[in-house]
């Protein structure tokens, strides 16, 4: 078990340093406990909600310099790592002549194909209808559009799971049957087996 060694080099800084419970980083001591206790809190008490309280995201690599290009981009990561936080605050940060989209895909995850898709479109064209600014006469030929397209859409949706329902109900009804005659063939096996029949 090594005990904690600290020595200091005449600018003050950290030489070297360890510890029995911790490790050194950068010439700070970590103990793991505290740090394990920490992440908890943060995993906890750090999901992103819209219309909540902000908390501002921490850019320690290039990733806000990268979503703000103008260009195509997916990001992805485990639950917790931030992504959701990277797109509010690159949102904040973009001018006043682009307007950001925030769709979440949580609110979407019951629906089925293609009603999921329809959803979607439907929310986003709404989204698109309540950011639109400028001249009168082409937000309102643009709103007139947006509207069409958003009854098409809606005349797009089908009935939830109609297909999905009727193949689970056949499925189900073809185990049932089956169950059924596989209890009646072993039934009447035994019956035969009783009676003498199957006797040798």
Sequence with gaps: MSSRNVSLD????????????????????????KLAKLRQLITEGLR??????????????????????RQNHTVFARRG????????????????EIKAIYLNCEDFKQHTFPNVLIEILSSLFEEIDSHLSGWFGRKRRTKEIIKSIRAKLATMHQSPD???????????????????????RCAFSVDRIWSGELRS
């Design 81 to 96: 790592c931030g992504k959701t936080l990277l797109l509010h605050d690159s949102a904040k940060q973009l001018p006043p």
């Design 48 to 69: 992103v909600q819209l219309g909540h309280e902000a908390i501002t995201y921490i850019n320690v690599g290039h990733a806000m310099e990268d979503i703000s290009a």
């Design 10 to 33: 005449d600018r003050g800084q950290f030489r070297h340093l360890t510890t029995s419970n911790g490790m050194s980083v950068g010439g700070l001591v970590v103990d793991q406990k």
């Design 162 to 184: 109609v297909q999905e329902e009727d193949i689970r109900q056949t499925t189900a009804n073809e185990n049932a049957l089956n169950s059924e005659l596989e209890k009646t």
